[in-house]
């Protein structure tokens, strides 16, 4: 990677260059049918875009097929985008998760416990998204709630943000994440609450 230049142009070029390059390596990882750009309810784009009065975190929720999650992974390469506004700081790190896989990965290992660099990276990371938080049929078990306490309760007190996708309201997961979690929420995603209406785009497409 090149050393930018001290000239101040250079440096917007060579930062612009970054910012695409991370842009398009999270927009490859994006899932086939979310890939297309879609115009963004006002709220999800200013927090994509780090808007001045934008909350840290969002939560997002709304019946099934809305646009949650096609949303969410739009905003996830936006903001992406807008970390590379102002002083450099590198490129950010994300972590996507599908809740259900996040919740099997949180279970203790053969060791006994959830590997620490998981907890690690999902506790430091820049930006951590978790899809359809309520979508288990089956709550994880109280060891697992647990990790995930730790894991909000981390990124909390760093202000790290969190990005979440439900078919329910944030007061509304406890029976899946635990009580200690659903109280952590309801400070981290204070302000950060966005419904999104609308009918169910998956039966318009089949009707
Ligand atoms: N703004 C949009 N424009 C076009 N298609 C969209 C838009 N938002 C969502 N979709 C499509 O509608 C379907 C349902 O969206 P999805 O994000 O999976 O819903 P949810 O997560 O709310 O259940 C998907 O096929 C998705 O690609
Ligand atoms: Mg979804």
Do not use: C
């Not at 279970?107 to 979508?135: N, S």
Request: charged content about 25%.
């Amino acid at each position: 990677m090149p050393v930018p230049s001290t000239d101040p142009s250079d440096m917007d070029d060579w930062r612009d260059e970054r910012r695409d390059e991370a842009v398009s390596a999270f927009a490859a990882q994006i899932p086939a049918l979310y890939r297309q750009q879609i115009t963004l309810d006002a709220d999800v784009a200013a927090w994509a875009d780090r808007a001045a009065d934008a909350p840290v975190s969002l939560f997002l929720w709304g019946a099934l097929g809305v646009g949650k999650t096609h949303s969410a992974w739009q905003a996830t390469r936006r903001w992406i985008a807008s970390q590379f506004a102002g002083a450099y700081r590198g490129t950010p790190v994300v972590q996507t998760w599908r809740s259900t896989a996040l919740f099997d990965a949180l279970r203790p290992d053969d060791a006994g416990g959830t590997p620490r660099r998981l907890m690690r990276a999902l506790q430091t990371a820049d930006l951590l998204y978790i899809d359809d938080i309520a979508a288990a049929r089956v709550s994880p078990t109280g060891w697992t709630q647990e990790r995930l306490y730790e894991i909000f309760d981390e990124r909390y007190i760093n202000q790290l943000p969190v990005l979440i996708t439900s078919d329910v309201q944030p007061g509304q997961i406890s029976p899946i994440v635990g009580e200690r979690v659903t109280s952590r929420a309801a400070e981290i995603f204070r302000g950060g609450v966005v419904h999104l209406g609308g009918a169910d785009r998956r039966k318009a497409v089949a009707a």
